[in-house]
């Protein structure tokens, strides 16, 4: 891997690592950490939001495999192996708890969640019936243990195949981003009054990274990777702080 090609990968990860220390995981965070409650506990969006972020990270360090096939990179590849106790478990993750949560805002039946730090992963009795029950706080003890592995992978240590893989995955992801960006710019452009028209802007990518990565991957192109390194730099030290 080039030098100029790391630089930038790195540079991308420290702009979208920052992006989710401050909203996904500050938020699970709030809703696991400081929200106590038995009813309006945040339960279920909590752990929807956990799942979330599993699929987001499998879906970037497999170069971009999208779906359940991100949650299961991440799952097998980080999850299980720093954590063998979830070994088994990713079809009830996914296909119980996950579905039922983003569909129907319900865990489907079968599984109880919980916010006392035991009985995590363990089957409990409620009302007669037989439970797997899911601690959040020791779920997001261990997402967060496997984050925080995932950072130092790709910032720290710097392993090449891992940021050769994030950045297929990034550039995936900025596409996506590029593409529902354009939907709404096309709303927006039919609804904008008239006189407003002159100062709208196509193809403007709302996001919050530096401008410095936008700009980086608006020229590079995600195969090759061919922007001098010190010409990105100098992008880097005059937009870091736009």
């Known amino acids: 891997m080039e030098e100029s090609d790391k630089l930038r990968t790195i540079k991308s990860g420290v702009d979208l690592f920052r992006l989710l220390d401050q909203y996904l995981i500050e ?4 809703m696991i950490g400081d929200v ?8 279920y969006p909590a752990i929807q939001t956990v799942i979330s972020g599993m699929e987001l990270l499998g879906f970037l360090m497999s170069g971009g495999r999208e779906k359940e096939a991100g949650f299961k990179y991440f799952w097998s590849n980080y999850l299980v192996k720093k954590y ?38 363990e089957i ?15 779920l997001l003890d261990d997402f967060l243990s496997c984050y925080e592995e995932i950072k130092k992978t790709l910032l720290i240590t710097k392993d090449e195949y891992s940021l050769k893989q994030f950045w297929q995955g990034f ?17 927006l452009k039919d609804k904008m009054p008239k006189q407003s028209l002159n100062s709208f802007q196509p193809n ?6 530096s401008s410095s990565t936008i700009a980086s991957l608006q020229q590079a192109n995600a195969s090759t990777m061919t922007l001098p390194p010190e010409q990105w730099l100098k992008k880097n030290n005059n937009k870091a702080d736009q």
């Open 84 to 121: 063998p106790i979830y070994a088994g478990l990713d079809n009830i993750f996914y296909k119980v708890i996950r579905h039922g949560t983003a569909h129907l805002f319900i865990v489907k039946s079968g599984v109880s969640i919980s916010k006392s730090r035991t009985m995590h992963l």
């Open 36 to 43: 106590q409650k038995d009813v309006g506990g945040l339960g």
């Open 204 to 209: 403007t990518i709302v996001y919050n990274v």
């Open 27 to 30: 938020d699970l965070k709030t």
């Open 124 to 138: 409990i009795s409620k009302d007669g019936r037989q439970l797997l029950n899911v601690d959040l706080k020791n």
């Open 171 to 187: 550039s995936k992801l900025f596409e996506q981003m590029r593409q529902a960006q354009q939907i709404v710019e096309t709303h």
